[in-house]
């Protein structure tokens, strides 16, 4: 599985973990092992660009998602074909003020919004009552599962 993580802003995160998460989730949702995934850190002013641009609304948001091959969770007998699965870009600045908000880890914040950004590329949605429970159980099943204990309380917006 190809995890690529690029930090193009000015604060330190840890690349490999992010890394390492991608892939036991999408080892966890039977996608295929030659799948691609992309994430991106950038600064508060890029992702306001993009904010703007892709969904139309102001100020710089958390994680946005770029599908690509629109690739959706596997099972076991029949796992996703391989592919581009798509782009996640995360602001580790507004990261830092959700975990301070939420009183958890910064990593933890990180950790949080690629296992979100990663759910969204697989095509899951919270704009309904019944998807967002469903997102939400699973984002923290498998965050949990990843750190070993309760994953950090929701502060995706």
Same mark, same amino acid.
């Given at each position: 599985?190809?995890?690529?993580?690029?930090?193009?802003?000015?604060? *330190?995160? @840890?690349?490999? +973990?992010?890394?390492?998460?991608?892939?036991?989730?999408?080892?966890?949702?039977?996608?295929?092992?030659?799948?691609?995934?992309? %994430? %991106?850190?950038?600064? +508060?002013?890029?992702?306001?660009?993009?904010?703007?641009?892709?969904?139309?609304? *102001?100020?710089?948001? @958390?994680?946005?998602?770029?599908?690509?091959?629109?690739?959706?969770?596997? &099972? $076991?007998?029949?796992? &996703?074909?391989?592919?581009?699965?798509?782009? %996640?870009? %995360?602001?580790?600045?507004?990261?830092?003020?959700?975990?301070?908000?939420?009183?958890?880890?910064?990593?933890?914040?990180?950790?949080?919004?690629? &296992?979100?950004?990663?759910?969204?590329?697989?095509?899951? @949605?919270? $704009?309904?009552?019944?998807?967002?429970?469903?997102?939400?159980?699973?984002?923290?099943?498998?965050?949990?599962?990843?750190?070993?204990? @309760? $994953?950090?309380?929701?502060? &995706?917006?």
């Amino acid at each position: 599985m190809s995890v690529e993580v690029n930090n193009e802003s000015a604060l *330190p995160a @840890d690349e490999e +973990e992010l890394s390492r998460l991608g892939r036991f989730i999408l080892d966890s949702l039977y996608v295929h092992p030659e799948a691609e995934l992309s %994430i %991106i850190l950038v600064d +508060e002013d890029a992702m306001e660009r993009l904010h703007v641009e892709w969904m139309d609304e *102001p100020g710089p948001t @958390d994680v946005l998602s770029f599908p690509m091959d629109e690739l959706r969770p596997g &099972t $076991a007998a029949k796992p &996703t074909p391989p592919g581009v699965l798509g782009d %996640i870009v %995360i602001c580790p600045q507004v990261a830092v003020q959700q975990a301070r908000k939420a009183g958890h880890p910064v990593s933890e914040e990180m950790l949080l919004l690629a &296992t979100h950004g990663i759910l969204h590329l697989l095509g899951y @949605d919270h $704009a309904e009552p019944e998807e967002k429970e469903e997102m939400f159980s699973l984002q923290r099943q498998l965050l949990g599962s990843f750190l070993g204990k @309760d $994953a950090p309380t929701e502060t &995706t917006r």
